[in-house]
T-cell receptor, first 110, second 112 residues
Framework: KAGVTQTPRYLIKTRGQQVTLSCSPI?????VSWYQQTPGQGLQFLFE???????NKGNFPGRFSGRQFSNSRSEMNVSTLELGDSALYLC?????????FGSGTQLSVL | SQQGEEDPQALSIQEGENATMNCSYK?????LQWYRQNSGRGLVHLIL?????REKHSGRLRVTLDTSKKSSSLLITASRAADTASYFC????????????FGQGTELSVKP
């Protein structure tokens, strides 16, 4: 089985722009979670989707949003980018309570 | 806010030695998991221990859980240079609606 696929791998944006990140979970996995990882804050939970519904949400501003499609693929969107949004964004699909992570999207905001 | 706090933040040992990492958490949990991350990559699941279990083994890994102290430890025996990575504990807390909350991690360096 293919693993969790995240695209793109690297992204450079400027302040004020918006960005969309994509995640394809492992086939058959219906739950997708997103995390932001920075050196200072570590891994912070963004949100979780299950069967196209947001099931859990972290403490991030409304600029961060996500969605899940009927094929379980998920996207997250960040609008009005700030310098502090520079981070590794990790997506994970869930099976039997365990998370299976993609390699992440490294976002740099200049 | 972080549920898990890990100790030490960094650990440097020689190949063949054992490495022990500790994790403390704040609220009651359903389970606790350990993950490993190589630099700049995604995390890989290592082991899951439930709140009613005290010890679990997987290959060279041994995890203990003490719910009375709200702490867990991960022991890697006979470490190898390839074990060099960051190790994270993650808790599925009963008041967190099923989401996994990660600690800050321990950076392990195993020197050949």
């Amino acid at each position: 089985k293919a693993g969790v696929t995240q695209t793109p791998r690297y992204l450079i944006k400027t302040r004020g722009q918006q960005v969309t990140l994509s995640c394809s979970p492992i086939s058959g996995h219906r739950s997708v979670s997103w995390y932001q990882q920075t050196p200072g804050q570590g891994l912070q939970f963004l949100f979780e989707y299950f069967s196209e519904t947001q099931r859990n949400k972290g403490n991030f501003p409304g600029r961060f949003s996500g969605r899940q499609f009927s094929n379980s693929r998920s996207e997250m969107n960040v609008s009005t980018l700030e310098l502090g949004d520079s981070a590794l964004y990790l997506c994970a699909s869930t099976l039997n309570e365990k998370l299976f992570f993609g390699s992440g999207t490294q976002l740099s905001v200049l | 806010s972080q549920q898990g706090e890990e100790d030490p933040q960094a650990l440097s040992i020689q190949e063949g030695e054992n490495a022990t990492m500790n994790c403390s958490y704040k609220t009651s949990i359903n389970n606790l998991q350990w993950y490993r991350q190589n630099s700049g990559r995604g995390l890989v699941h290592l082991i899951l221990i439930r709140s009613n279990e005290r010890e679990k083994h997987s290959g060279r890994l041994r995890v203990t859980l003490d719910t009375s102290k709200k702490s867990s430890s991960l022991l890697i025996t006979a470490s190898r240079a390839a074990d060099t990575a960051s190790y994270f504990c993650a808790t599925d807390a009963r008041n967190q609606g099923g989401k996994l909350i990660f600690g800050q991690g321990t950076e392990l360096s195993v020197k050949p």
